[in-house]
Nanobody, 119 residues
C-alpha cells in the first residue's frame, strides 16, 4: 500500500506562488507515475499534471501550462508542484495521486490540500 500526504497549500494573492509537496510512504514510489489533480467547489476533479518514474514524460493541463511545474525526488519519495502566477480560478483542493506503470487509473490518493487564490 502507498500512503500519500500533501502539504503546502494555503491562501495566496493572485499572481503569487505556492509549492505543494506530496510525501509518499508505505513503499517506494520511484517506479510509479505520479500526478496532481484538483477539485474546485461544485466541479468535478480534474487532471493538472503528471510525471513518470524518471522525471520525464511530463503532462500538463492547458490551463496550467507555463505556470505550474511538476517534479519529483525519488530519493525522498516526494512529489512537488510549483505553482506560479496563480489565478483565482486555480482555487481548489489539490490531490496527489500515484499509479503503477501498468495501471490505467491512479489508484492511490492523498487527502488533499486546499489552495485559495484571492483576487
Amino acid at each position: 500500500q502507498v500512503q500519500l500526504v500533501e502539504s503546502g497549500g494555503g491562501l495566496v494573492q493572485a499572481g503569487g506562488s505556492l509549492r505543494l509537496s506530496c510525501a509518499a510512504s508505505g513503499r517506494t514510489v520511484s517506479s510509479y507515475v505520479m500526478g496532481w489533480f484538483r477539485q474546485a467547489p461544485g466541479k468535478e476533479r480534474e487532471f493538472v499534471t503528471s510525471i513518470d518514474w524518471s522525471g520525464g514524460r511530463l503532462r500538463y493541463a492547458d490551463s496550467v501550462k507555463g505556470r505550474f511545474t511538476i517534479s519529483r525526488d525519488n530519493a525522498k519519495n516526494t512529489l512537488y508542484l510549483q505553482m506560479n502566477s496563480l489565478k483565482p480560478e486555480d482555487t481548489a483542493v489539490y490531490y496527489c495521486a500515484a499509479r503503477t506503470i501498468m495501471a490505467i487509473n491512479f489508484g492511490y490518493w492523498g487527502q488533499g490540500t486546499q489552495v485559495t487564490v484571492s483576487s
